[in-house]
């Protein structure tokens, strides 16, 4: 059984402890949620005002447990990519995967609700549109837009479905994107140049223009490219000899353009188009035992590096129409991507065939050793609703959904031999190929949800919200190769459900600067289907399990979540401390997860159930004039609620087992502003995030248990920020990775018995300078 000890390690005592003193000038801890008062504002309360619920609220009065961030505030904390913003915020985890066998996808949860298999626990929007994936084969990863020209990402944590649908079963995040305005000229520009240890210089540019063009028509369009440069320097196999340096850099490229027509007083039609395209040329993998690991001098040994491209596509049109006390809104959306991923298998394919990552086999060729993936995604949404809010009495939405999604996955894998020789008595697939594997599949949703608060005081809101959905998921599979036992193979499979998501909670204001609340709410993740296994490299993992190739099921069913939670937000000492406390209970009924076997594969099962608790807390107090500090602190506990056994008796989870992550998270920071002149002022920011030890990824025991994967440390994070700002200019002076941080983010290997290791850290320290212009 996997460690399930809530106490913190003393390793995690001194984090806690340097967090501690770092945010507790006042008090201890501080707010992820109260930390982006600068975005779009309450010009009253000067409170961030955001749209969890579909509508404009200020953050203190929505009973949601919410992590809110402007641009201004990513700014100033240096926030990029998905990445940055998980590591802020509590209960928000994004986690990699190192090595081939670890499907090289990334995965994203919330509350530790963590699963890398059929539709995400999370959902994902740039606006209203969602644009996350059901992983299908061999997994690609959500997209996740880069943080240019955004008016803030919303962390929405717990089960969204009534308003967010069914991959909303943890929680959402939203990337939301300034309209153009109609009442001025903005120009927000930003560049920036850095280095970093052992690595390349990376740079960035871009600027964001919106304005009027008439009483009825405004704009705004902004371009934005970054090259990251690389830091894991390319080794000759067997040996560390350097061959290329630097050769994991990344180049990104965001557009985005947005009109806004106004034909009406009371209706505006805003078209608008999102693209982003991202290359990477290899992968974060770094070898360990090659380079020096210790002083963050990395290298990896594939034999060629494994690029990636990534191009997003997402024109959408919003319209809404105010009718007096009840508005009209229609989002309607397009989503195109495309994805081609190229890994590197010359390791993996010698131990598999050798039991070492440089051995010999017969007809062995190191060029023909590559892995060609492809993930085409085709997206149409279309939502309506309606709804009335700020009513005396009773406030009200109702609407529906309709999403068709179309993807085309398919994977070319390079035999590892020499091209035209038999591979297990079959012949090559186009005389090079040991495995062609093709899927296609189509979903429609049907969804129509409404919900309503009553007010039967002025302190006191319930709630009640439902939403019914219904999926209709079709599958196809061809397989072809000496893989697939030298014959081509077609595998058809559907389902289809519906599923009720009901929410009821209750709000009361105790005064002014006090509000309490309470919810219980219910996800679900839809049923799928899934690639067939492999006759020639799984069938001693089958058997071990009492099943075969043919007795693997090809769908399995849907899994669904009950949260009950309770919080409470406000401010002290007249606005000087803002605080935000929730707790939680889940229970995660008939768990989609991976089953992963010797040979590098895995297939979907329904692993039971699981219970779970947690809390976030944040606290965000400015002292004294011009100091703010702040953070917060999440605890997440998720385990399996029993034994987890085959029809056979072969345990595949244990009664306790925690789900991977770190039991605490946290983030502290402070801020100090003061004038230097009389039209300057300058600053000083420091931020440190830290977690305690992750869990081992499969409990003592259990099937496909890894002895030489053990559970990895916590991690500490330090930037600092220095700079001058005047008027609408603003200059700073920075350090990522101040410590030089050299924590573990993910660790694997091919085979349990290899013993060559991939893994992933931090970006070494860096040092650069940020120029920004925001009138």
Avoid at 152 to 157: A, K, T
Avoid at 321 to 343: D, F
Avoid at 574 to 582: E, K, M, P, Q, T
Wanted: overall charge negative; aromatic content about 12%.
């Amino acid at each position: 059984m996997s460690e399930v000890s809530s106490l913190p390690t003393n390793r995690f005592r001194a984090r806690l402890w340097i967090g501690l003193s770092l945010a507790a000038a006042p008090m201890a801890l501080a707010a992820g949620s109260a930390h982006a008062a600068e975005a779009a504002e309450d010009t009253q309360t000067g409170e961030i005002v955001v749209t969890a619920q579909r509508r404009d609220e200020v953050l203190s009065d929505v009973p949601l447990s919410i992590a809110a961030y402007s641009q201004e505030t990513m700014d100033a904390q240096g926030i990029r990519s998905i990445e940055d913003v998980a590591r802020i915020t509590p209960a928000l985890q994004f986690s990699a995967t190192s090595g081939v066998a670890g499907n090289n996808g990334s995965n994203i949860y919330i509350r530790g609700l963590k699963s890398d298999v059929g539709s995400s626990t999370t959902a994902i929007y740039i606006d209203d549109t969602p644009i996350q994936i059901r992983n299908i084969g061999y997994y690609g990863g959500n997209p996740y837009p880069r943080v240019f020209d955004l008016d803030r990402v919303e962390v929405l944590r717990g089960p969204q479905g009534t308003l967010f649908g069914a991959s909303s079963e943890g929680g959402a995040v939203r990337f939301i994107t300034p309209s153009p305005s109609f009442s001025g000229t903005d120009i927000y520009a930003r560049s920036q140049v850095s280095f970093t240890e052992h690595g390349d210089p990376s740079y960035e540019g871009g600027i964001a223009v919106g304005a009027p063009i008439s009483d009825t028509l405004a704009f705004r369009a902004s371009g934005w490219y970054q090259r990251q440069g690389g830091y894991i320097d390319q080794v000759e196999q067997g040996t560390d000899d350097v061959i290329a340096k630097d050769v994991n850099w990344q180049k990104n490229i965001v557009g985005r353009a947005a009109l806004s027509w106004r034909p009406m007083e009371d209706l505006t039609i805003t078209p608008k188009v999102f693209y982003q395209y991202l290359r990477q040329n290899a992968r974060n993998d770094f070898w360990q035992g090659y380079g020096d690991e210790s002083d963050g001098d990395y290298h990896t040994g594939v034999y060629q590096t494994e690029p990636t491209r990534d191009r997003l596509l997402l024109p959408a049109i919003n319209a809404e129409w105010a009718m007096g006390t009840v508005t009209l809104a229609s989002n309607t959306s397009w989503l195109k991507r495309e994805q081609y991923q190229t890994l590197d298998y010359s390791t993996y394919f010698s131990t598999l065939r050798s039991g070492s990552p440089f051995g010999s086999y017969s007809n062995k060729d190191i060029t023909n050793m590559s892995d060609f993936l492809t993930l085409r995604q085709r997206n149409f949404t279309q939502e309506l609703r309606a709804y009335s809010y700020d009513n005396p009495l009773i406030d009200w939405s109702v609407g529906v959904f309709y999403a068709r999604s179309r993807q085309f996955f398919s994977n070319y894998t390079s035999s590892g031999r020499i091209p035209g020789v038999l591979v297990s008595g079959f012949p090559q697939y186009e005389d090079r190929y040991s495995l062609v594997d093709i899927i296609q599949a189509n979903d429609r949703q049907y969804a129509g949800f409404a919900s309503i608060d009553v007010k039967p005081t002025e302190k006191l809101t319930l709630t009640a919200a439902l939403r019914y959905t219904k999926i209709d998921f079709d599958f196809t599979e061809t397989k072809d190769g000496p893989t697939s036992g030298g014959v081509r193979t077609t595998v058809n499979s559907n389902t289809s459900e519906g599923a009720w998501t009901p929410k009821v909670g209750a709000k009361y204001n105790v005064d002014d600067d006090t509000m309490l609340y309470g919810s219980v709410s219910k996800g679900f993740r839809p049923a799928g289907a899934q690639p067939s296994t492999l006759p020639e490299r799984c069938a001693g993992d089958l058997e071990s399990l009492g099943l075969s190739t043919s007795s693997v099921p090809t769908n399995f069913e849907s899994d669904s979540l009950w949260s009950y939670e309770a919080g409470a937000k406000g401010r002290l000492l007249g606005g000087a401390i803002a605080y935000d406390l929730s707790g939680y209970v889940v229970e995660w009924k008939n768990i989609q997860q991976a089953v992963r076997m010797n040979c590098g594969f895995s297939f979907v099962s329904n692993l039971g159930d699981a219970n779970g608790k947690g809390l976030e807390f944040s606290l965000e107090a400015k002292p004294v004039q011009g100091l703010s500090v702040g953070g917060n602190l999440g605890y997440t506990d998720i385990h399996y609620a029993s034994d987890i056994t085959q029809a056979n008796g072969t345990l595949l989870r244990a009664d306790g087992e925690r789900f991977s992550g770190p039991l605490w998270t946290g983030h502290t920071y402070a801020n100090f502003e003061t004038p230097v002149s009389d039209t300057m002022d300058g600053y000083l920011r420091v931020d440190y995030t830290f977690t305690s030890k992750d869990t081992i990824p499969s409990a003592v025991g259990t099937f496909g248990y890894d002895a030489a994967l053990y559970a990895l440390p916590g991690k500490d994070f330090v930037q600092m920020r220095l700079g001058m700002r005047k008027g609408a200019l603003d200059v700073s002076l920075f350090v990522d990775n101040l410590t030089n941080s050299r924590d573990l983010l993910s660790r694997g290997h091919d085979t349990p018995s290899a013993t060559l290791f991939y893994a992933q850290s931090y970006r070494p320290r860096t040092v650069g300078l940020t120029l920004q212009f925001n009138n």
